[in-house]
C-alpha cells in the first residue's frame, strides 16, 4: 500500500498570528519551523510512509523540509485546502493509495501515532485526528485520497464527519496527546514546553 504524507505550511510571514502578542515574528518562525522538524521526524520514525512532502507558498520553509527528508512542493493554489487539493492530486498521480494531511505544529507527535493511525485506516476510509478542544482536526487520513475534500477551518472536525456521514464513508477517531496538543494559544505552548521539559527529565 501506498502510504503518503502531506505538511501544508503558511508563509513564515503569516504564521501564528494567534501567538502574536506574546512572540515576535522571527520567534514565530523559529517556532513552525522547530515543530515542521519534529513532525518530519516522527513520520520518518513510523517507518511507514513511502514519501513525506511539504506544501508551502515560502522559499525557506521547502529548503528546510527537503534538508530534513521531505520533498518540498510549491503551493500553486493560494489558501490552505486548495493548496492541498493540488498538492493530493500530485500524490494520487504518484501512486498514493492512502494520504496522511496533518498539521505542521504538533511537536508531539511520535511514530507510533503515525503507525497507529495507518493501522485504523485497514478499516475505515477515513481517519481523523482532533484538536484538544475537539473542534479542529489535527490529521486526516484518507483512502484513498480526496476521498472527502479538504475542508480545514473552524468546526473542521464536524465538517469532515458530516462529509463521511453523507458520503457513507467509515470514520474513525484517533486521539493522543501527540495528535491532540497543537499549538495555536499560550496556554498550548505552557503544556507543550511542560511536557517536553518531563520527557528531556525522564531521559535524565
Ligand atoms: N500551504 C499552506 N498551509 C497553510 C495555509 N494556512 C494554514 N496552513 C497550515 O495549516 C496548518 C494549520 O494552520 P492554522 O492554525 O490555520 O495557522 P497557524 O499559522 O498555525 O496559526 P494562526 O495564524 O494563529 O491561525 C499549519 O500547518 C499551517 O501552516 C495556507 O494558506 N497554505
Ligand atoms: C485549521 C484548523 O485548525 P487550527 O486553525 O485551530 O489549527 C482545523 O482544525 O481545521
Not at 7 to 18: F, G, M, Q
Not at 48 to 58: P, R, T, Y
Not at 142 to 156: I, K, Q, T
Request: a negative charge; charged letters at 20%.
Amino acid at each position: 500500500m501506498g502510504h503518503r504524507a502531506l505538511i501544508p505550511v503558511k508563509h513564515l510571514s503569516a504564521v501564528k498570528t494567534r501567538l502574536s502578542r506574546h512572540l515576535t515574528p522571527e520567534q514565530r518562525s523559529t517556532l513552525v519551523l522547530d515543530m515542521l522538524h519534529r513532525v518530519i521526524d516522527a513520520l520518518h520514525a513510523s517507518q511507514a510512509l513511502e514519501s513525506i512532502s511539504v506544501v508551502s507558498a515560502d522559499s525557506e520553509v521547502l529548503e528546510r523540509a527537503r534538508c530534513w527528508g521531505a520533498h518540498g512542493l510549491q503551493e500553486e493554489q493560494p489558501g490552505h485546502n486548495e493548496a492541498l487539493a493540488v498538492a493530493a492530486h500530485h500524490a494520487i498521480n504518484h501512486g498514493a493509495d492512502t494520504l496522511l494531511t496533518l498539521s505542521a505544529d504538533l511537536p508531539l507527535l511520535c511514530g507510533q501515532d503515525v503507525r497507529a493511525m495507518i493501522e485504523q485506516s485497514e478499516t475505515h476510509q477515513i481517519v481523523l485526528a482532533p484538536s484538544r478542544d475537539g473542534t479542529g482536526t489535527n490529521a486526516l487520513l484518507a483512502r484513498p485520497p480526496l476521498v472527502v475534500p479538504y475542508v480545514f477551518g473552524v468546526n473542521s472536525l464536524q465538517h469532515y464527519i458530516a462529509q463521511a456521514r453523507s458520503y457513507q464513508l467509515s470514520y474513525m477517531l484517533y486521539r493522543s496527546l501527540g495528535t491532540e496538543l497543537d499549538i495555536d494559544t499560550l496556554e498550548d505552548l505552557m503544556l507543550y514546553w511542560s511536557y517536553d521539559h518531563c520527557e528531556t527529565l525522564a531521559k535524565g
